[in-house]
C-alpha cells in the first residue's frame, strides 16, 4: 500500500495539540521568509521588524510596545465568544459585524448625552455596547433554532449589513454637528471625557477592553472547564447525538454560544470606539472579527491559548505597520501571513488527531 | 497443487495494531458450494471476507481462483475475477435510485434503460421483485439488501459473499432468501455464508469453517453436528446462560397510549400509535428488523424526541414533553444503540461520560458547576460493578472494545438504579461474554423491581429474556404476547411477515 | 424613477448575475461530491485580480479569464490538501481561504488600482440581436454570458446523465459506501474541488474585467457567500442555480439603478438590500426544510482499513 498512513488517534493528543501551535508559527515564519524574499525582502530582516523590533527595537519599541495590547484586547475578547461557538460546532463568522454594532449602539448611547459629564454615562455605554452585539449575534442564532437556518451565511450576511448601517450612522444621526459636514461622529476619547476609555496605566497600553479580554479569559476558562455549560458546549461539537441524549438543549446552547459571541464582540467595538479608535467613522473597523477566526484556532479554541495567540497576532500587526514604514512592505503581505499561519495550524492538526504511520502496520501481539 | 476448488486460501494472515485479525487462515470454496464461515464477534470474519473482496491486503498467505493466484488490490479487481459480495451494513446510496446504485455497483454498466430492464427481469427469475426507479432510501430493510444481491447477480458471480444477511430479515424472509441462494448454488455459483447463527448454518451450508480469535479451529459439516457443537467450537468455552427469575410483576410503571412521531429525517420511520404498558419486574421484548422505527421508539422513550404529554405516562404521570433528564429525576433511564457518539462521546473520557447521564441522579454537579472528583469517583465504580477492562477512568470512551464500551454505557445506566430501563440492541457487536454479562444484568434489575424494555433484533435473545414480546414493523408495535409459548411463525408475523417479498408489484413494474 | 430602462435593466441583469452564477454554479459540483467550501469568496477575489492582471499585461481579456481559472483551482488545491488529505475541519479551512485569498489579491492587485481594463468584445449575434425587445436583452453580450448558461446545460447533463455525474453524487451521498464500491473518493474530491475553484476564478474575473471593469480591493463584496446562499435555495439542482443567479443579479441591478435614478431611500439600505435579501432565501428555504443537501456534506472521510 502507501509509503504514510494516517491512523485515527482514540483521543487527541494532547501533547501535539499543544505543540502544533508552535510548529505552525515556525512553519509559516518559513514561508512567510519566502514569501517575503519573492517580493523582494531580506527574509530574515522582514522576519526581525515583524518580531523582534516591535518589542525590544530601543527606538520604536516605546512607541509600540503598548500597541501590543490595544491590538490584542480586542481580538482576545472577540475569539474568546467565537471559540465557544466553534467549540460546540456552532459557526458565527459574523463577529465583524457584531463588532460594528457593538460600537454604533454603545457609541451611540453615549453620543446620545453629549455633553453629559455623569460616571454613568460609560458604564452605560458598554452595556449598550454589549447589547448592541448580542442582538446582531442573537439574529442568527433565533434564525437557526426557529427555522434551522444555516448561521454561517446569515452571521457573515449580517456583516454586510452592519457596514452599510455604519456608513448610514457615521454620516447620518452620529455625524459630528460640529465637523464642518465631514463624515465621522464626535471623538469620544478626546472631546467627551465622559464616555472615553482612556489608558489606565501610562504606556502600556491597557484600557478598559483590555480588562475585559482578560476576565474574559478567566471566566471562559471556569466555564468550560468547571461549568456544565462549558462541558455541554465540549459535548455538542464531539458527539451531537449523545449531547441530545445528555439532556443538551441545542436552543439554549445556540443562543447561549452565539449571544456570548456577539455580547463580547459588541463589548470590544465600544471599546476601540471610545479608546483607540476614538471616533465612529465609516472605516473604524479594521478587520478583528474576521482575525479572530484565526486567533480562535491559534489558541485551539482553548481560553489561555487564545491569551497567547491574541498577543502574537497583534504582534503581526504592529510588526506589519513597522515593516510598512520601514522596509515599504505592503499591508497585504501580513494579511497573507496570518491566512497561512491558519493553513499551517489545521494542516498540522491532523497529527494531533490522528497517528502518522510508515510503511506497514506494526504487529504486537 | 492443484484442487478442484474455485477458492482456495492458504495462510492468510493480516494484523492490526494490538490484534491480530487472522491468523493463517486456510480452507477452500468448491464450485456451486454454500460454504459457512462461523464466528464470535471479532473473530476476524470481517477482515477475512474484505481481503477475499480486495478491501484489505494480506500481510502473507496466499489465495487462489481456479487454481491461479488472486490478489486483489481492490474490489474491482474481485469483481473482475467473479467474486461478489453483499455487505452488511449494506453500502447503498439513499438518495439515489435503485438502477442508479445497482449501477454503481457495476464496472461495465449497460445504458441506464437496458439496466432497468434487466433489474425487473433478473429480481424476478430470483423471487426478489424490485422496481428499479425507486429511491432507495424509501425502501424496506429486506428490500435494500435486495438491491444489493441483485446488483451481484447481474454480474454473474462465480462466489457469492454474504456477510449477515439475515440479521435484517424476518424469519419469513430468511426462508425466501433461502430459497434464492439455494437457487443460485443449484446454477454452480459458490456462497461463503457468513453467520453466527447456528441454525441457519446447518439448515443452508454444506461446509463449515469456525474462526476463533482470529484462527481456524474447525472444518466440518454443519448439518452433521448438533447447534451445541458448533457453539462450542465458536466460543471455545462453555456459556454462563442467564437465569430467568420469573418474579412476580407488580404495578404499571410505564404506559405508552397512541404514541405517534413524525421521523427526524427524511429517510426515518414514523410511528404510529404505539401502545403498550410496562409493569414492574416485567422485562418487555420489542423485536423488529432494523429500520422500522427503533432509533424513533427509544428516542421518544429517553425524551430525546418530544411527542404529546399523555402519550407517555410514568407512574400516571403524563411526561411526553419531559426531556431526558426530566425523566432521569423520576427514574426512566435509557441506553441508545449506537454506543459512538450517542450513548457515548468517544472522543471524551470515561469519567466525562459518566457525567453525560449521571449528573442528575448521582449529583454529580452543585450550583451548576461539575464535582469532577464525584464523576470520577461513579465512572470507577461503573468500571468496577461491570468489570469494564480500561486502565482507568481518564482513558477515552472510544478507546475502549466494543463490548468493554458497552458494558461501561449499560452500567452507567443500572448503577443508577432505574425503575424503568429501556435499551436498544444490547448486545450488538458484543462478544459473548459480554454479552452473557449484560443480559443477566438486565435481568437483575427486573428482579429487583424495575421495568426493563429491551429493543433488540436478536430474537434468541428476546425469546430468553423477555416476559412479554412485541414487534415493530414500519412504525407499527403489535399488541405484546407473553414470551413464553410463542413460535417462530407467529413471531415472524408479528415482525410483519414477509413484507411483499414474495409478491412482486406488476403496476409498479411497468409504471 | 423614469430613467430606469425595463430592457436595459434586464439586459444588465444578465451582466450582473454572471459572477455568482459561475461561483454558485462550481460550488453546487463541490458541494455533490460531499465537500463544503466556504473559500468561494477567496478564490474568486483571486479569480478577479489574476484575470485582471493578466488581462492588462496581455492585453486579452480572454488569457486572463484562462489564467483566473487557473488561478482559482490552484488555490482551491490548497484547501483539497488541507481538508482531503491532512483532513482538517472543512469550515475552517475554508474561511481560511477566504482570508488567504483577500490578503493574496491585495497584494497582487496593488500595482492594478486604478488601470484600466482591456476590453471585452461583445457578441453581436446577427439577426437575433436586432429584433426588438428580445434582441438587446438576449443577444448583444460578452461570450462569458453565454458561456456561463452553456456551463448550466453541461453541469445538468454531467451530473444526471453520465456515470462520471453519479459517481460524483455518490461519493458525496455516502463516502464510506463509495469507498466500499472501490471509488477513489478523495480522487473524486480534488476533480470537484478544482471544478469549483476554476469556476469561481471565472467568475470573479467577470467581475474585475467585464462587470466594473477595474481592480479595486475586495471588489467581490460578499458575491462568493451569497453563490453558497445560492447552492442551498436551488437545492442542488443546476437550474435552480440559474434562477437564483439571477434572481439575486435582478435584486443587485434594480438597487444600483434606484440608487442611480435618485431614489428616495438612502444609498446604504440600497446597498445593504442584495444581503438582507439572501438572509430572507435562506429562511424560507429553511422553512420549507433543507432537501437535496448531499448525505456526506462537510463530513470527514478517513478510509480505515
Request: aromatic share 8%; proline share 5%.
Amino acid at each position: 500500500m502507501s509509503l504514510f498512513r494516517l491512523e485515527k488517534r482514540p483521543a487527541p493528543s494532547s501533547l501535539l495539540s499543544g505543540l502544533t501551535p508552535i510548529l505552525a508559527v515556525l512553519a509559516t515564519m518559513v514561508a512567510g521568509g519566502v514569501m517575503f524574499a519573492i517580493l523582494g525582502f531580506q527574509p530574515l530582516e522582514a522576519i526581525r521588524t515583524i518580531f523582534w523590533d516591535p518589542l525590544f527595537d530601543p527606538q520604536f519599541g516605546p512607541y509600540s510596545r503598548p500597541q501590543l495590547l490595544v491590538k490584542a484586547g480586542p481580538l482576545i475578547l472577540i475569539a474568546i465568544g467565537l471559540a465557544l461557538g466553534f467549540k460546540a460546532g456552532i459557526w458565527n463568522i459574523g463577529a465583524e459585524g457584531q463588532y460594528i454594532m457593538g460600537a454604533v449602539v454603545g457609541g451611540g448611547v453615549g453620543l446620545a448625552f453629549y455633553p453629559s459629564e455623569s460616571p454613568l454615562i460609560f458604564p452605560l455605554m458598554v452595556f449598550a455596547g454589549a447589547f448592541g452585539g448580542w442582538v446582531w449575534a442573537s439574529i442568527p442564532a433565533v434564525l437557526k433554532t426557529t427555522f434551522g437556518t444555516n448561521e454561517i451565511l446569515v452571521s457573515l450576511m449580517l456583516v454586510y449589513v452592519a457596514e452599510n448601517i455604519l456608513a448610514s450612522m457615521a454620516s447620518g444621526i452620529l455625524r459630528n454637528p460640529d465637523g464642518q459636514g465631514f463624515p465621522g461622529s464626535r471623538n469620544l476619547a478626546r472631546d467627551y471625557p465622559a464616555a472615553s476609555n482612556p489608558e489606565l496605566i501610562a504606556d502600556t497600553g491597557m484600557h478598559w477592553g483590555v480588562v475585559a479580554a482578560f476576565i474574559a479569559v478567566i471566566l471562559a476558562y471556569v466555564l468550560m472547564t468547571r461549568h456544565k455549560m462549558g462541558f455541554a458546549i465540549r459535548l455538542a461539537g464531539e458527539a451531537p447525538r449523545a449531547a441530545r441524549f445528555a439532556g443538551v438543549s441545542p436552543t439554549r446552547l445556540i443562543l447561549f454560544c452565539l449571544g456570548t459571541a456577539g455580547a463580547l464582540a459588541g463589548l470590544a467595538g465600544l471599546f476601540e470606539v471610545t479608546g483607540p479608535a476614538g471616533q465612529i467613522t465609516i472605516d473604524f473597523n479594521s478587520g478583528y472579527g474576521f482575525t479572530a477566526i484565526i486567533v480562535a484556532f491559534l489558541g485551539r479554541l482553548h481560553p489561555v491559548g487564545i491569551l497567547f495567540a491574541g498577543l502574537l497576532m497583534a504582534l503581526t500587526y504592529i510588526g506589519g505597520e513597522l515593516a510598512q514604514l520601514m522596509l515599504g512592505m505592503p499591508a497585504a503581505a501580513i494579511q497573507l501571513f496570518q491566512g497561512m499561519l491558519l493553513f499551517f495550524l489545521l494542516a498540522m492538526d491532523v497529527f494531533a488527531n490522528y497517528r502518522l504511520r510508515i510503511g506497514q502496520p506494526e504487529v504486537t501481539s | 497443487m492443484t484442487t478442484d476448488a474455485y477458492l482456495a486460501l492458504d495462510g492468510l494472515t493480516k494484523a492490526y495494531p494490538g490484534v491480530v485479525a487472522n491468523d493463517a487462515v486456510s480452507f477452500q470454496i468448491m464450485p456451486g458450494q454454500i460454504h459457512a464461515l462461523l464466528g464470535e464477534n471479532g473473530a476476524g470474519k470481517s477482515t477475512l471476507v474484505k481481503m477475499i473482496y480486495g478491501l484489505v491486503k494480506p500481510d502473507s498467505g496466499t489465495m487462489r481462483v481456479n487454481n491461479q493466484p488472486y490478489e486483489p488490490a481492490t474490489p474491482h479487481a474481485a469483481r473482475g475475477s467473479g467474486v461478489a459480495m453483499v455487505f452488511q451494513h449494506f453500502s447503498l446510496f439513499d438518495a439515489l435510485d435503485v438502477d442508479e446504485n445497482i449501477a454503481l455497483g457495476m464496472d461495465n454498466p449497460p445504458p441506464m434503460r437496458e439496466l432497468a430492464a434487466r433489474i425487473t427481469e433478473v429480481s424476478h427469475a430470483y423471487g426478489l421483485p424490485l422496481d428499479p426507479s425507486r429511491r432507495v432510501g424509501d425502501l424496506s430493510a429486506g428490500e435494500r439488501q435486495r438491491v444489493e444481491i441483485i446488483r451481484c447477480l447481474l454480474q454473474n458471480p462465480k462466489l457469492l459473499i454474504m456477510d449477515e444477511p439475515t440479521s435484517v430479515l424476518t424469519p419469513q424472509e430468511v426462508g425466501i432468501l433461502f430459497e434464492t441462494l439455494r437457487k443460485l448454488s443449484d446454477e454452480g455459483t459458490a456462497i461463503l455464508y457468513i453467520s453466527h447463527k447456528l441454525d441457519e448454518i446447518r439448515a443452508l451450508c454444506e461446509e463449515a469453517t469456525v474462526l476463533r480469535l482470529g484462527k481456524v479451529v474447525a472444518t466440518c459439516d454443519p448439518r452433521e453436528k448438533s447447534s451445541r457443537d458448533l457453539a462450542e467450537l465458536m466460543v471455545g468455552e462453555t456459556l454462563h446462560t442467564p437465569e430467568r427469575e420469573g418474579g412476580e410483576t407488580g404495578e404499571v410503571l410505564l404506559e405508552v397510549q397512541n404514541l405517534s412521531l413524525s421521523p427526524a429525517n427524511q429517510f426515518g420511520t414514523r410511528l404510529k400509535n404505539i401502545s403498550f404498558s410496562l409493569r414492574a419486574g416485567e422485562v418487555l421484548g420489542i423485536a423488529g428488523v432494523a429500520g422500522n422505527g427503533q432509533d424513533e421508539l427509544l428516542a421518544a422513550l429517553s425524551g430525546e424526541r418530544r411527542v404529546t404529554p399523555e402519550a407517555i405516562l410514568f407512574k400516571g404521570e403524563a411526561i411526553g414533553r419531559a426531556g431526558p433528564n426530566a425523566r432521569r429525576v423520576r427514574g426512566l433511564l435509557a441506553a441508545p444503540e449506537e454506543r459512538l457518539g450517542h450513548a457515548a462521546a468517544p472522543t471524551m473520557s470515561l469519567t466525562e461520560n459518566a457525567l453525560l447521564t449521571g449528573d442528575i441522579r448521582e449529583a454529580l454537579s452543585r450550583n451548576g458547576f461539575v464535582i469532577w472528583s464525584k464523576a470520577r469517583r461513579f465512572a470507577e465504580r461503573v468500571i468496577e460493578a461491570f468489570d469494564v477492562r480500561t486502565p482507568g477512568a481518564e482513558t477515552a470512551a472510544g478507546a475502549l472494545s466494543g463490548g468493554n464500551l458497552q458494558k461501561f454505557v449499560i452500567g452507567r445506566e443500572i448503577l443508577q438504579r432505574p425503575d424503568v430501563f429501556v435499551v436498544n440492541q444490547p448486545t450488538w457487536g458484543v462478544d459473548a461474554s459480554a454479552a452473557a454479562a449484560i443480559r443477566q444484568a438486565i435481568l437483575d434489575q427486573s428482579a429487583r423491581g424495575a421495568g426493563v424494555v429491551v429493543i433488540s433484533q436478536d430474537l434468541d435473545e428476546l425469546m430468553e429474556i423477555s416476559d412479554n414480546f412485541a414487534a415493530l414493523n414500519e412504525g407499527t408495535l403489535a399488541t405484546p404476547r407473553p414470551a413464553k409459548g410463542l413460535t417462530v411463525d407467529e413471531i415472524g408475523l408479528m415482525m410483519g411477515g414477509a413484507h411483499d417479498m414474495d409478491v412482486a408489484h406488476p403496476e409498479e413494474l411497468h409504471a | 424613477m423614469d430613467s430606469i430602462n425595463p430592457i436595459l435593466l434586464i439586459a444588465s441583469l444578465m451582466v450582473a448575475s454572471t459572477p455568482i452564477l459561475l461561483a454558485a454554479l462550481g460550488e453546487m459540483v463541490v458541494e455533490k461530491a460531499g465537500v463544503l467550501n466556504l473559500g468561494v469568496e477567496g478564490m474568486m477575489i483571486t479569480g478577479a485580480v489574476v484575470g485582471f492582471a493578466i488581462g492588462v499585461n496581455s492585453g486579452s481579456s480572454a488569457l486572463g479569464f484562462v489564467s483566473a481559472a487557473l488561478a482559482g483551482a490552484a488555490l482551491s488545491m490548497v484547501f483539497a490538501i488541507i481538508t482531503q488529505v491532512l483532513l482538517a475541519n472543512q469550515v475552517a479551512t475554508g474561511l481560511g481561504l477566504t482570508l488567504f485569498g483577500l490578503g493574496l489579491s491585495s497584494l497582487i492587485g496593488k500595482p492594478y488600482v486604478g488601470v484600466k481594463a482591456p476590453g471585452f468584445a461583445k457578441l453581436d449575434i446577427p439577426f437575433l440581436s436586432d429584433i426588438p425587445v428580445l434582441g438587446p436583452i438576449l443577444f448583444r453580450h460578452d461570450p462569458m454570458v453565454y458561456l456561463s448558461l452553456i456551463l448550466v446545460a453541461v453541469v445538468w447533463y454531467l451530473l444526471a446523465r453520465t456515470r462520471v455525474g453519479l459517481i460524483l453524487r455518490a461519493v458525496g451521498e455516502n463516502h464510506a459506501a463509495a469507498h466500499a464500491l472501490g471509488y477513489k473518493v478523495v480522487r473524486v474530491r480534488f476533480a470537484a474541488i478544482a471544478t469549483g475553484g476554476a469556476m469561481a476564478g471565472l467568475g470573479g474575473a467577470y467581475v474585475s474585467l467585464v462587470r466594473v471593469p477595474q481592480w479595486v480591493e475586495g471588489m467581490t463584496a460578499g458575491a462568493g457567500w451569497i453563490a453558497l446562499a445560492i447552492v442551498v435555495f436551488a437545492s442542488w439542482r443546476p437550474w435552480r442555480i440559474l434562477l437564483g443567479a439571477y434572481l439575486f443579479g435582478g435584486i443587485t441591478v434594480l438597487q444600483l439603478n434606484l440608487q442611480a435614478a435618485g431614489s428616495s431611500i438612502p444609498v446604504e439600505y440600497l446597498s445593504m438590500s442584495p444581503y438582507l435579501v439572501t438572509i430572507l432565501v435562506l429562511v424560507i428555504i429553511s422553512v420549507r426544510g433543507n432537501h437535496g443537501a448531499p448525505g456526506s456534506l462537510g463530513r470527514v472521510f478517513h478510509a480505515s482499513q
